[in-house]
């Protein structure tokens, strides 16, 4: 079992996602973890300390102050008595006392005393989530080390209200877990990554612009699988409301000129996966000003310009990475169409998705691709989009270093 043995401190703080951690608390003892449980006050308005205690055969430590667990100094001794802290939910409150080092209850005085890598998993509305201080107290925690997993984008419990703020799903945060307490095998270690995602959009006039559906969701997954096995991995990301992932350097760009320069100017490379829906045309001369409707005038003709081709120009480079993976977004003849990109672009690999809008996979979770290579089609089941990262960077792992 990956984490046999491995003592968790699992801190609850309070907010609607708190019920999420009983299975968080679940999925790490069915994976041998053994889970020491911290609630903080407003966490057990949530959830009840006897749920907690029942999933983690552990007794649940609520208080600072407590006259039994405190006859040996408790808290100190609960801060280092184990291999990792995780905190989820984060509730913005519990973040901002991290940021600012409060110690006034049990919770935030352990993660103040603790000496071991502590990974939190934020959950929030997404006002709280962007709101200025919160921004502040993530790139405080951020520059003192500590490890992030989300949080996601997505509906809230509240009505009408989605955004940036979801807790990260419990089988993410054991995978990141694992990943900080279980490393194994890192086959890509040394090497490095570039990948590209999300759309582009390529301005018609300042405020104006041509987009296409991309998430962004396939290529941060396969940034932050390749940097799991090892890579280090630079994610070249046009405009998308997800996150940055974990373990990855992201460099945000908006024009498909832009991402082709961020992408370029990082050569050498081992590794290249161009994910990313970059928009075939830009608009030829946009505007410098907001283009105005004249009553009575014709629309204004849009001129479109080809966009530089980021995959052809990788594969052909005098410094092309051993691994050139691309993307082909079809709707029509997925195998012919993703074949002839082969060998015309210079990859060594093509994922050909069918992306018509009855597939739901442009801007959805899941993903049906076949890989193209000189050694033929191998078409794979209906995967989510980590499981599509997660086989493709093993992939190329078996490809670079067998
Ligand atoms: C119904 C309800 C839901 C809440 N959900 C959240 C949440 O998801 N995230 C959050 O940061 N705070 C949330 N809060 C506010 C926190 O519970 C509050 O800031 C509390 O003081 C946090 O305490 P703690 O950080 O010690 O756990 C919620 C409050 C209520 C009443």
């Given at each position: 079992m990956e984490l046999s043995n491995k003592r968790i401190l699992l801190i609850?703080?309070?907010?609607?996602?708190?019920?999420?951690?009983?299975?968080?608390?679940?999925?790490?003892?069915?994976?041998?973890?053994?889970?020491?449980?911290?609630?903080?006050?407003?966490?057990?308005e949530f959830i009840t300390p006897l749920a907690v205690g029942a999933l983690s055969a552990s007794h649940v430590y609520t208080d600072l102050f407590s006259r039994e667990d405190e006859q040996d100094v408790g808290h100190i001794r609960l801060a280092r008595d184990t291999d990792l802290v995780v905190v989820a939910p984060a509730s913005a409150d519990l973040m901002a006392k991290m940021a600012n080092g409060l110690a006034d209850d049990l919770a935030s005085a352990v993660l103040l005393a603790t000496d071991r890598p502590v990974l939190i998993a934020p959950a929030m509305n997404p006002k709280m989530w962007e709101a200025p201080p919160t921004r502040r107290n993530v790139a405080t925690l951020k520059a003192d080390g500590i490890h992030?997993?989300?949080?996601?984008?997505?509906?809230?419990?509240?009505?009408?209200?989605?955004?940036?703020?979801?807790?990260?799903?419990?089988?993410?945060?054991?995978?990141?877990?694992?990943?900080?307490?279980?490393?194994?095998d890192r086959p890509l270690a040394g090497k490095t990554a570039i990948v590209t995602s999300g759309p582009t959009h390529e301005p018609i006039d300042p405020v104006r612009y041509i987009a296409n559906r991309s998430s962004g969701r396939q290529g941060h997954a396969i940034a932050a699988a390749l940097a799991r096995l090892g890579a280090e991995v630079t994610l070249v990301s046009g405009p998308v409301t997800i996150p940055d992932p974990q373990g990855v350097s992201t460099v945000h760009v908006e024009r498909a000129e832009e991402m082709r320069d961020a992408v370029v100017s990082r050569l050498p490379a081992d590794i290249a996966v161009m994910v990313a829906a970059v928009a075939d045309w830009r608009v030829a001369s946009s505007a410098g000003h907001k283009i105005k409707k004249q009553p009575g005038e014709a629309p204004p003709p849009l001129q479109l310009a080809e966009n530089p081709d980021i995959l052809k120009t990788v594969g052909h480079h005098e410094n092309r990475p051993r691994i050139v993976v691309g993307f082909a977004a079809e709707t029509q003849d997925v195998v012919a169409n993703g074949s002839s990109k082969l060998e015309r672009k210079g990859a060594?690999?093509?994922?050909?998705?069918?992306?018509?809008?009855?597939?739901?996979?442009?801007?959805?979770?899941?993903?049906?691709?076949?890989?193209?290579?000189?050694?033929?089609?191998?078409?794979?089941?209906?995967?989510?989009?980590?499981?599509?990262?997660?086989?493709?960077?093993?992939?190329i792992a078996q490809k670079l270093v067998g």
């Open positions: 609850i703080s309070g907010g609607i996602a708190a019920y999420k951690s009983l299975d968080l608390i679940r999925r790490l003892r069915e994976r041998g973890a053994l889970v020491r449980p911290v609630m903080t006050k407003a966490a057990q992030f997993i989300g949080p996601m984008a997505g509906e809230m419990a509240e009505r009408n209200e989605a955004g940036v703020g979801r807790m990260a799903e419990p089988l993410e945060i054991v995978k990141a877990i694992t990943a900080l307490l279980a490393p194994g060594d690999m093509i994922v050909a998705n069918d992306v018509s809008p009855e597939t739901g996979v442009m801007g959805g979770t899941r993903n049906r691709v076949k890989i193209i290579s000189g050694g033929g089609v191998d078409e794979w089941p209906d995967l989510d989009k980590d499981e599509v990262a997660e086989r493709l960077a093993a992939l």
